[in-house]
């Protein structure tokens, strides 16, 4: 099974700050990677597929890069409503596996 | 609109079963590969299941295979997970989820909660 490792666990950021995500593979996954935004309650929502790709209605605030085993999610300038929790998602083989998640808190 | 909806969770007893229905609908629901996720409760997010547009195909987590089954029925746009031999640990909110060409999944339902407990 490939083993998806997010870090950090969680991070305390302020309004307008610049936060970086990483998602690190055990084994290479192409670009078959996605990441999800989830607030507490609600069911996960797609911010990028194939690792670079922004989702239609996404801020571009939310940036995605990487391939093979070392990918980042880039939030330009954190808003009040990005504070959640995020998860890297590989779809490149059987299970499909996710991150352990990024919560996003307020400083 | 595009949507999902999660319908047959609740509490069941262990060793128990129950089936979890999803009806998709906005748009042409046989066109696409779909998923269950579940979240147990705290937890992050686990791959169940996926069904290729056919039926034809079909993947399971190695924790559910042999107790889940997912199937499809394209005439009523909907998606099911029939869960046997139901553990405490299959405890979570389960989530259907529409599969894109790219491999990502970009429709969520919004979950049904599914309780395992004596």
């Known amino acids: 099974d490939i083993q998806m490792t997010q870090s950090p666990s969680s991070v305390s950021a302020s309004v307008g700050d610049r936060v970086i995500i990483t998602c690190r593979a055990s084994?290479?996954?192409?670009?078959?990677l996605a990441w999800y935004q989830q607030k507490p309650g609600k069911a996960p929502k797609l911010l990028i597929y194939?690792?670079?790709n922004l989702q239609s209605g996404v801020p571009s605030r939310f940036s995605g890069s990487g391939s093979g085993t070392d990918f980042t999610l880039t939030i330009s300038s954190l808003q009040p409503e990005d504070f959640a929790t995020y998860y890297c998602?590989?779809?490149?083989?059987?299970?499909?596996?996710f991150g352990g998640g990024t919560k996003v808190e307020i400083k | 609109e595009v949507q999902l909806v999660e319908s047959g969770g609740g509490l069941v007893q262990p060793g128990g079963s129950l089936r979890l229905s999803c009806a998709a609908s906005?748009?042409?629901?046989?066109?696409?590969?779909m998923r269950w996720v579940r979240q147990a409760p705290g937890k992050g997010l686990e791959w169940v299941a996926s069904?290729?547009?056919?039926?034809?195909?079909?993947y399971y987590v190695d924790s559910v295979k042999g107790r889940f089954t997912i199937s499809r029925d394209n005439a009523k746009n909907s998606l099911y997970v029939q869960m046997n031999s139901l553990r405490v640990e299959d405890t979570a909110m389960y989530y259907c989820?529409?599969?894109?060409?790219?491999?990502?999944?970009?429709?969520w339902g919004q979950g049904t909660m599914v309780t395992v407990s004596a």
């Open positions: 998602h590989q779809d490149n083989s059987l299970p499909r596996t």
């Open positions: 989820a529409r599969v894109t060409t790219t491999r990502a999944l970009d429709i």
């Open positions: 906005g748009f042409t629901f046989s066109s696409y590969w």
């Open positions: 194939a690792a670079s």
């Open positions: 069904i290729k547009q056919d039926g034809s195909e079909k």
């Open positions: 084994q290479g996954i192409s670009s078959w």
